[in-house]
């Protein structure tokens, strides 16, 4: 006669030992499939709004936030606006900066890739092109970039005049950055940049520009970054009305949100 015990116990491990085998031999799941596009939007704050070194906030705080909308197919749309204060120290009116940029992103071979686009600079009711000398601020460029591994190269062009400086299109910026995942959800990038102004008499505009930005991704949509900027632009151009210098050297902090 069986024991009651020990053939409850023998059950109980021929039960566990199946329910083991099932789990180990058992098909994995299929991964879900990749969308077809995603969009996203982001809304951030900045100490100093610099754009090309320069800064566009007369060195003061600005809000900033965007919207992309990314295909898998490489095909990319966005907007984005920050709140600036050159125009109006240009003697223009108030206004915002609106970016509307599309474009195509795809591989060339392994951990090569490009990136082709335009971009679109809109400042509402500037006024710029009323004064004397002047152009409206209003301005379009075309881009490409080449990205090996961890290091872009990206050239602007503009096809109008360039922020509001008088027969300056086909003005040119060149750039050259990177990018380094240190860990944590650190990146460091550093970059450097020259700005041509073209047309006659507009050299004196152009300038180059670095900067070294570290930004910490805390993973739920919330980064901060750190950013240390400057160029060698004249000085006695890039300046805001109280005279400061927004070309110079300084630290701009910055906070984004992205869902």
């Given at each position: 006669?069986k024991?009651p015990?020990r053939?409850?116990?023998?059950?109980?491990?021929?039960?566990a030992s199946?329910?083991?085998?099932?789990?180990t031999?058992?098909?994995?799941?299929p991964?879900?499939?990749?969308?077809d596009y995603?969009?996203s939007?982001?809304?951030?704050v900045?100490s100093?709004y610099r754009y090309?070194?320069i800064?566009?906030?007369r060195?003061d705080?600005?809000a900033q936030?965007?919207?992309?909308f990314?295909?898998k197919?490489g095909?990319?749309?966005?907007?984005?606006?920050s709140?600036?204060q050159?125009?109006?120290?240009a003697?223009?009116?108030?206004?915002?900066e609106?970016?509307?940029?599309g474009?195509?992103k795809?591989e060339?071979?392994?951990?090569?890739?490009?990136d082709?686009?335009?971009?679109?600079?809109?400042y509402?009711?500037?006024?710029?092109?009323?004064?004397?000398?002047m152009?409206?601020a209003?301005t379009?460029e075309?881009?490409?970039?080449l990205t090996?591994?961890?290091?872009t190269?990206?050239?602007?062009?503009?096809?109008?005049n360039?922020f509001?400086?008088?027969?300056?299109?086909?003005?040119?910026?060149l750039?050259l950055?990177?990018?380094?995942?240190?860990g944590?959800?650190?990146?460091?990038a550093?970059?450097?940049g020259?700005?041509?102004?073209?047309?006659?008499g507009?050299g004196?505009y152009?300038?180059?520009?670095?900067?070294f930005a570290a930004t910490?991704?805390?993973?739920?949509?919330?980064?901060?970054?750190a950013t240390?900027?400057?160029?060698?632009?004249?000085?006695?151009?890039?300046?805001t009305?109280a005279?400061k210098?927004?070309g110079?050297?300084g630290?701009q902090?910055?906070?984004?949100y992205?869902f």
């Amino acid at each position: 006669m069986k024991h009651p015990v020990r053939s409850s116990l023998y059950l109980a491990c021929l039960l566990a030992s199946s329910l083991v085998s099932a789990q180990t031999t058992a098909p994995a799941a299929p991964a879900a499939p990749e969308p077809d596009y995603t969009l996203s939007y982001n809304v951030g704050v900045v100490s100093d709004y610099r754009y090309r070194g320069i800064s566009q906030s007369r060195l003061d705080p600005a809000a900033q936030g965007g919207i992309d909308f990314v295909a898998k197919n490489g095909i990319y749309l966005g907007t984005w606006a920050s709140t600036i204060q050159w125009i109006k120290d240009a003697g223009g009116a108030d206004s915002v900066e609106w970016d509307l940029y599309g474009g195509y992103k795809g591989e060339i071979t392994k951990d090569l890739t490009f990136d082709v686009g335009a971009l679109r600079y809109e400042y509402a009711n500037n006024k710029l092109g009323k004064i004397a000398g002047m152009a409206d601020a209003s301005t379009d460029e075309i881009y490409g970039a080449l990205t090996y591994g961890l290091v872009t190269a990206k050239y602007s062009h503009s096809l109008s005049n360039l922020f509001g400086y008088a027969s300056s299109k086909n003005s040119g910026y060149l750039e050259l950055a990177a990018a380094f995942d240190v860990g944590n959800g650190v990146t460091l990038a550093p970059h450097i940049g020259h700005q041509t102004v073209g047309g006659s008499g507009n050299g004196k505009y152009s300038y180059t520009d670095y900067s070294f930005a570290a930004t910490k991704d805390y993973g739920n949509g919330l980064a901060l970054s750190a950013t240390v900027s400057g160029t060698d632009a004249n000085k006695s151009l890039y300046i805001t009305p109280a005279g400061k210098f927004t070309g110079k050297a300084g630290l701009q902090l910055g906070l984004k949100y992205s869902f």
